[in-house]
């Protein structure tokens, strides 16, 4: 059972390109998580999805973000007009159930750098 | 609002002397709390959990006790190894909700 797929491992953007970062979740599972992790620091929660539907995006930022989780296919999280400040490493987890109660498997992450 | 703390790092240790990280959290009602380590260009990995106080998550050695009057989860081993060097992330949890709240990170280094 392959785990959490990310790709791509590296992205590198200039500032106003658009990025795109894909996660695959383990094979049944049906809730996606995704996180940013800023240089020099934790984890910090962005979206939760579940198949074609968001549950929480409090973490979100209000602008030029986005994300979804298809009925096919893999959790897409979208940057618009890349700034500096987006440069991080972006994990995705998933996990059977809601976290509480099962693991959440991450993904090793994109690192997305934008010059 | 829910937020957790741990020691500020780097730690760093000889192999098999006694390892403990500190966490403590702020949150109301009775969250899951969980201990995540990251290896060098790698995603986290659940080391260990409790889901209610007094619990006792275990895993490799590692262990860390859910203590409500302190508000506290720290992770401890007994001899830790050069293989034990990573990133370890405490983190809180609650039911009905996928986030996970994480501290900032503990660095540990273990020299032979």
């Known amino acids: 059972n392959a785990g959490v797929m990310q790709n791509p491992r590296h992205l590198v953007r200039r500032r106003g390109q658009e990025a795109r970062l894909r996660c695959s979740p383990m094979?049944?599972?049906?809730?996606v998580y995704w996180y940013r992790q800023l240089p020099e620091e934790g984890l910090k929660f962005m979206v939760y999805?579940?198949?074609?539907?968001?549950?929480?995006e409090s973490g979100m930022p209000k602008e030029r973000f986005s994300a979804e989780f298809p009925k096919e296919g893999p959790s897409i999280l979208r940057i618009q007009q890349v700034v500096r400040g987006d440069s991080a490493a972006y994990f995705c987890?998933?996990?059977?159930?809601?976290?509480?109660?099962?693991?959440?498997?991450f993904g090793q992450g994109t690192r997305l750098t934008v010059v | 609002g829910d937020s957790v703390t741990q020691m500020e790092g780097p730690v760093t240790l000889s192999e098999e002397a006694f390892l403990t990280i500190n966490c403590t959290y702020t949150?109301?009602?009775?969250?899951?709390l969980f201990w995540y380590v990251q290896y060098p260009g790698e995603g986290l990995q659940l080391l260990l959990k409790?889901?209610?106080?007094?619990d006792k998550g275990s895993n490799k050695g590692f262990e860390a006790t859910y203590r409500k009057e302190t508000t506290s989860f720290h992770l401890e081993k007994g001899s830790v190894q050069v293989s034990d060097s990573a990133v370890y992330f405490c983190?809180?949890?609650?039911?009905?909700?996928?986030?996970?709240?994480f501290g900032q990170g503990t660095t540990l280094q273990v020299k032979p």
């Open positions: 987890a998933s996990s059977r159930e809601e976290v509480r109660n099962t693991e959440a498997f």
């Open positions: 094979k049944g599972h049906s809730h």
């Open positions: 999805l579940q198949k074609e539907n968001i549950i929480d």
């Open positions: 949150a109301t009602g009775y969250p899951s």
């Open positions: 409790a889901t209610k106080a007094d």
């Open positions: 983190a809180l949890g609650r039911s009905n909700t996928g986030k996970l709240i």
